[in-house]
């Protein structure tokens, strides 16, 4: 017998709101969850969805989907309207701040769900379950963003304020989901570089450490090949411990992670003011009313006083940090004017152990068995010269915290940030400071580090996280381990995901040394290896053999061709890194606790000139390579036919419905390759091939055999030891 739609509605009312209550719902009888989101026509479970919005896609288009159980109902007799279901979500809702200067959240709005039916109003179920679809709703804001699905039978209006709802996660174990919107100038995959300022342009005088300078990098700019500039920290650093008075730093000069005022730049990053000449600064434009308001003086009467007037104003001190503002919106501009970005590392776990906010705030801080703020330590690291933020939880903390980008974004027209350690961080906090930075730049980029497991790093709602590739490259051989390790980042990380890849960072060695010594001696114990490079003529001289120098050297190059080019648009695509000396195969390591000088005159000389000169070219061509950016990718395996028997060439395509492009890398350092390929599986016949690309010419080596040759079995190529090819697929 059927109920009638009266008792059916009872039935649920019941079961909502009487019998059990909220968080104490027996699921068996009651279930309510999985719950997703499609977005432009790509479906995404709650834990994290992904859009990008921007010039030629203001808009993206979304609606969520949900599923309920009733036990004491049989499902295929519910009809719509017998129980009501609605959408909560704050999506283009980043906050705003209220009248009293607090920054509020979006106060979200509701979507109403209708049960999904077939066109004789059956539902549609998934097994037993109902399924309920929201209205469509727009993402044309930057931001991050959270929805949810609530449920009731009471029978007051749907918009009556007293009516009961449940929410889904009153029912059964479900957590809101989460939305990031990225600028849509970041799906194009931009390349970045990490910039220690301390270490451009430092030197060494009488013995002693000289720093770089904010200057000395906007000098250089131009001859970065990237997209983004990423700075490490350039606050204030500390160096001792305000208890006990020791001095805790790291190394000579202290760790720049050990943040003393996360208003203030740490002065030797900025020309000092004997050398500086402020009229011009002024009459750029660096320096602005704002800065100026405590001065009593307007910039342009700033300008025009001697420098003994000037410091009597307010102090050396505060002429520095002015000095440095105005020199880090130099910067900036020159940054934008090259058509690059600038962004910052953003350090939220904690401060040096000198921090004043130690006294002012001790209820901020992790304490120790003996009341003083905790050392901060990560599995077996030791940081035993900054204090360890107690951040969970900590509103007002948080609160102080997440001006703090938005500050430096403003001031100085930086391009976001990258955030130190991101996966340690609840991602409610990470929320709202993806929303408070895009508040002030709707472009900018939030980078969160996540040296981690990838399961640590799938939730992490930032615009882009960390690919762990650095060992990788450093250590593979064999093209099936990488290739498993990006299909698994293609499985588990949410659809347009965007990982950056390096081949080293500053928390690593220099890749170039480990090359350099790891070939060294394959070249003493492998003899085939040291025939192939000695007869390809490099160079050897008495005083030093530059052949493991220059296969280092290809390697380099070869790492960021993967990171550029071994992604999958849609899925996890790459954005590669270097660090500010990969680019000329620095060895080096930034190691910026201590006065090491990094060689970047080293850039001038062959073969690294090569190197230097061949990054300049990939970043110049990477534009009209859009196959990387927007297309798919398809590994050539090599046990299939035609590959490599030994596993030895990493080979794979990247195609669009009107092109593809072809790379193949010779993971071995000792002897040629041979491949055959068929191409089949594109969208159109291929005829020929055309090389893009090809690190042995970049290097002015002696041209192999030809590369390529075509037989009825396909195409075969030749692959020289560590070359790299990118080939044109027409």
């Known amino acids: 017998m059927t109920a009638s739609p009266e008792l059916r509605r009872a039935v649920f009312f019941e079961q909502l709101h009487r019998i059990y209550a909220p968080n104490h719902f027996d699921n068996w009888m009651v279930w309510a969850g999985n719950m997703s989101i499609q977005i432009d026509g790509e479906h995404f479970p709650s834990t994290l969805a992904r859009a990008f919005v921007g010039i030629s896609h203001p808009q993206a288009r979304a609606s969520v989907r949900a599923e309920l159980f009733v036990a004491a109902l049989p499902s295929d007799q519910v009809r719509e309207g017998e129980v009501d279901v609605r959408l909560w979500t704050d999506a283009d809702q980043r906050g705003q701040r209220d009248p009293e200067g607090q920054f509020q959240p979006g106060p979200g709005r509701h979507l109403p769900m209708r049960l999904v039916c077939d066109p004789q109003g059956m539902p549609l179920l998934s097994g037993q379950n109902l399924v309920f679809d929201s209205a469509e709703f727009t993402l044309a804001t930057t931001g991050a963003f959270n929805y949810t699905v ?17 929410g889904l996660s ?36 009488g013995g002693h450490f000289c720093s770089g300078r904010f200057a000395y990098l906007t000098a250089q700019l131009d001859q970065l090949p990237v997209d983004v500039i990423y700075l490490l920290p350039f606050f204030q650093p500390g160096f001792l411990d305000l208890h006990s008075g020791a001095d805790v730093r790291k190394g000579s000069l202290g760790s720049p992670y050990a943040v003393a005022n996360f208003y203030q730049l740490d002065p030797e990053l900025v020309t000092p003011p004997e050398e500086i000449d402020l009229g011009a600064l002024v009459g750029e434009g660096l320096v602005r009313e704002r800065d100026l308001e405590s001065w009593g003086i307007s910039p342009a009467e700033l300008g025009r ?25 130099q910067l900036t501009r020159r940054a934008h004017l090259l058509d690059k970005r600038v962004i910052f590392d953003l350090v939220l776990m904690q401060t040096s152990r000198d921090n004043p906010l130690i006294h002012q705030h001790p209820e901020w801080y992790v304490r120790d068995e003996q009341g003083w ?15 360890l933020f107690d951040l969970v939880f900590n509103q007002e903390l948080q609160e102080y915290l997440l001006d703090v980008a938005p500050y430096w974004v403003e001031q100085c027209d930086l391009d976001g940030v990258r955030i130190d350690a991101s996966q340690t961080v609840d991602r409610p906090f990470l929320k709202r400071i993806k929303n408070r930075i895009a508040a002030v730049q709707p472009e900018a980029l939030v980078l969160g580090e996540t040296l981690c497991a990838l399961d640590q790093a799938i ?3 930032t615009d882009a996280v960390y690919a762990l590739l650095v060992d990788f490259h450093r250590d593979v051989e064999h093209a099936s381990a990488l290739i498993r390790f990006l299909e698994e980042m293609h499985a588990r990380f949410s659809a347009r995901t965007l990982a950056l890849a390096y ?9 170039t040394q480990v090359w350099h010594e790891k070939f060294a001696r394959r070249l003493q114990e492998d003899p085939q290896a040291a025939r192939y490079w000695q007869e390809l003529g490099c160079p050897v001289q008495p005083e030093r053999d530059q052949r493991p120098l220059l296969m280092a050297l290809l390697k380099n190059l070869q790492a960021s061709l993967i990171d550029l080019s071994a992604g999958l648009a849609g899925r996890s695509n790459l954005l590669y890194g270097l660090e500010w000396g990969s680019q000329w195969g620095e060895e080096t390591r930034t190691d910026f ?15 690294r000139a090569s190197l230097a000169q061949a990054y300049q070219l990939m970043h110049q061509h990477r534009a009209a390579w859009e196959e990387f950016s927007i297309g798919q ?28 492009l072809l790379v193949l890398h010779n993971l071995d350092c000792s002897r040629p390759r041979t491949v055959t390929y068929t191409f089949e599986y594109l969208p159109f016949a291929v005829e020929k091939t055309i090389i893009l690309f090809d690190t042995y010419t970049a290097f002015q080596l002696p041209a192999p055999p030809p590369p390529q040759s075509r037989s009825p079995q396909g195409f075969t190529f030749q692959i020289q030891p560590l070359q790299s090819l990118i080939l044109r697929l027409n």
């Open 633 to 660: 990718v398809y590994y050539l395996r090599n046990e299939f036919a035609g590959g490599d028997p030994e596993d030895r060439v990493l080979a794979y395509t990247r195609y669009t419905d009107q092109g593809a």
């Open 503 to 511: 081949f080293e960072n500053h928390d690593s060695p220099r890749a």
């Open 150 to 166: 609530q449920v009731s039978a009471d029978p007051l209006p749907l918009d009556d304020p007293q009516k009961e709802w449940v």
């Open 373 to 387: 703020p905790a050392i901060h330590r990560i599995a077996w690291l030791v940081y035993s010269d900054v204090a």
């Open 170 to 205: 009153q029912v059964a174990r479900n957590q809101d989901g989460v939305i990031v919107v990225s600028p849509q100038w970041l799906s194009y995959c931009p390349s970045l570089m990490e910039v220690c300022v301390r270490k451009v342009g430092a030197r060494l005088e």
């Open 459 to 461: 939730d992490i709602p």
């Open 593 to 607: 606790e201590n006065p090491t000088l990094l060689q970047p005159h080293l850039g001038q000389q062959q073969p």
């Open 305 to 329: 006083l001697p420098l003994p007037q000037t410091l009597a104003l307010r102090g050396r001190e505060a002429l520095v940090q002015l000095i440095g503002k105005a020199e880090l919106r």
